[in-house]
Nanobody
Framework: QVQLVESGGGLVQTGGSLTLSCAASGKIGRIDAMGWYRQAPGKVRELVAIIRIGGSTRYADFVKGRFTISRENAWTTTYLQMNNLSPEDTAVYYC??????????????WGQGTQVTVSS
């Protein structure tokens, strides 16, 4: 089993930046993709970005050009660099391993996530 722990959230002003980290432990050698997801108050959880073992990435339209996902080669840590943040980015951010059939479904139980709050 793989364990994931998110960190790096906080309070930032509009236009600011944050870098989130996802620390992985356990059987990380089996990971072939990692995703960042977020859930805003009163909204469903949504996909933010995915990075795959070959280095390819996928982003939600609402973060293209502002967020960058990256990882350490051994999947020990996956990052989400977030720039030009807006209040609409306020949410709890989670990392998880997407399923092989859909990036919108994940394989692990959700962790606690890390809160990102963007003030106007």
């Amino acid at each position: 089993q793989v364990q994931l722990v998110e960190s790096g959230g906080g309070l930032v002003q509009t236009g600011g930046s944050l870098t989130l980290s996802c620390a992985a432990s356990g059987k990380i050698g089996r990971i072939d993709a990692m995703g960042w997801y977020r859930q805003a108050p009163g909204k469903v959880r949504e996909l933010v970005a995915i990075i795959r073992i070959g280095g390819s990435t996928r982003y939600a339209d609402f973060v293209k050009g502002r967020f960058t996902i990256s990882r350490e080669n051994a999947w020990t840590t996956t990052y989400l660099q977030m720039n030009n943040l807006s209040p609409e980015d306020t949410a709890v951010y989670y990392c998880n391993i997407p399923t092989t059939y859909s990036d919108n479904y994940v394989t692990l139980t959700w962790g606690q996530g890390t809160q990102v709050t963007v003030s106007s």
